[in-house]
């Protein structure tokens, strides 16, 4: 299956950018990029997905390398509210691609 | 907005009970999903279903089933509940357009089960 490699943890100052990244080097060409985020006590919500053009949404931008074997989750900037668990995942067309992970857990310092 | 819901937000259960947890969405999704979290293993697929009466497997199906009698709600049933399975649940549920599961997943607020 493949599978997805995010750093356990990183730290971003308030209103600064934050590049988040994420290893898939066994994607498949069918499989899409999704990111989601979870908020304590809360379950996950969607950020962003994209397939190969990098993508941009009220909340995050996606760049997604030439080879789809990386990508980044790029918030443009960090506010508190963004403290949380970064989860990149694989959804492919045989829906056996839903690997989660332990994802990025972002502090965001005042 | 779509709005996924979950039975119970908390439950504690006896070894050996029959339990279920119940989800329903309320936007019409034809695809829906059963994870559980667990500290260091992150979320783990159990089931999902692209349709009523139809169910694939997850990556950790061992010890659970589901039903799925209708389009908004989605059962996982733990036969026989063990110590082991002791968790947070999450549902969640996306649109199937064109039978695709690509689209945007919207998660439930989770059950947070304790298996005594």
């Known amino acids: 299956d493949a599978k997805t490699t995010q750093p356990n943890s990183m730290e971003s100052n308030e209103e600064e950018p934050v590049h988040l990244p994420c290893n898939h080097s066994?994607?498949?060409?069918?499989?899409?990029i999704h990111w989601y985020r979870q908020l304590p006590s809360q379950g996950p919500e969607y950020v962003i997905h994209?397939?190969?053009s990098n993508v941009n949404n009220r909340m995050a931008s996606l760049a997604i390398a030439e080879d789809r074997k990386s990508s980044t989750l790029i918030l443009h900037r960090a506010t508190l509210r963004d403290a949380a668990v970064y989860y990149c995942?694989?959804?492919?067309?045989?829906?056996?691609?839903?690997?989660f992970g332990t994802g990025t857990s972002l502090t965001v310092i005042p | 907005d779509v709005k996924v819901t979950q039975s119970s937000r908390y439950l504690v259960k006896r070894t050996g009970e029959k339990v279920f947890l119940e989800c329903v969405q309320d936007?019409?999704?034809?695809?829906m999903f059963w994870y559980r979290q667990d500290p260091g293993l992150g979320l783990r697929l159990i089931y999902f279903?692209?349709?009523?009466?139809?169910?694939e497997k997850g990556d950790i199906p061992e010890g659970y089933s589901v039903s799925r009698e209708k389009k908004e709600r989605f059962s996982l049933i733990l036969e026989s509940a063990s110590t082991n399975q002791t968790s947070m649940y999450l549902c969640?549920?996306?649109?199937?357009?064109?039978?695709?599961?690509?689209?945007?997943?919207?998660f439930g607020p989770g059950t947070r089960l304790l298996v005594l």
């Open positions: 969640a549920s996306s649109s199937g357009t064109s039978g695709t599961i690509q689209e945007t997943q919207y």
């Open positions: 066994t994607i498949s060409g069918t499989d899409y």
């Open positions: 994209g397939l190969t």
């Open positions: 995942i694989l959804i492919g067309d045989t829906g056996n691609q839903f690997y």
């Open positions: 936007m019409d999704h034809e695809n």
């Open positions: 279903s692209y349709d009523v009466k139809m169910k």
